[in-house]
Nanobody, 128 residues
């Protein structure tokens, strides 16, 4: 079963930092490194929105304007982990964060419909 698992969420004060990680299940492990992946978030009462994405080879990233300059996506090739480093957090960054992967080469991808696999989500809460 293909599965993505997020970790690293929690409660942080405004101005602080968190790093989210995304790991692939064993079945997906061997090919995960070749997939573009993305991070999305959903706040209560709002639609899920794009946060950032990285291409299949890790060479290109793209970000939503709301997080540009504050958030950074990276990947660790030996462990096949993907990271979302979040700095200068604001209360409006509070949301359930999801990682996603697309079963294609290329990317980065910005649309929810382009992604095939999703994690269960992890809560990030930023207090003022």
């Amino acid at each position: 079963q293909v599965r993505l698992v997020e970790s690293g969420g929690g409660l942080v004060q405004a101005g602080g930092s968190l790093r989210l990680s995304c790991a692939a299940s064993e079945r997906m492990f061997g090919i995960f490194s070749d997939y573009p992946m993305g991070w999305f978030r959903q706040a209560p009462g709002k639609e899920r929105e794009f946060v950032g994405g990285i291409s299949w080879d890790g060479g290109t990233t793209t970000y939503a304007d709301s997080v540009k300059g504050r958030f950074t996506i990276s990947r660790d090739n030996p462990t096949r982990l993907r990271y979302l480093q979040m700095n200068s957090l604001k209360p409006e960054d509070t949301a359930l964060y999801y990682c996603a992967a697309a079963a294609v080469h290329g990317g980065p991808l910005r649309s929810i419909s382009e992604y095939d696999y999703w994690g269960q989500g992890i809560q990030v809460t930023v207090s003022s």
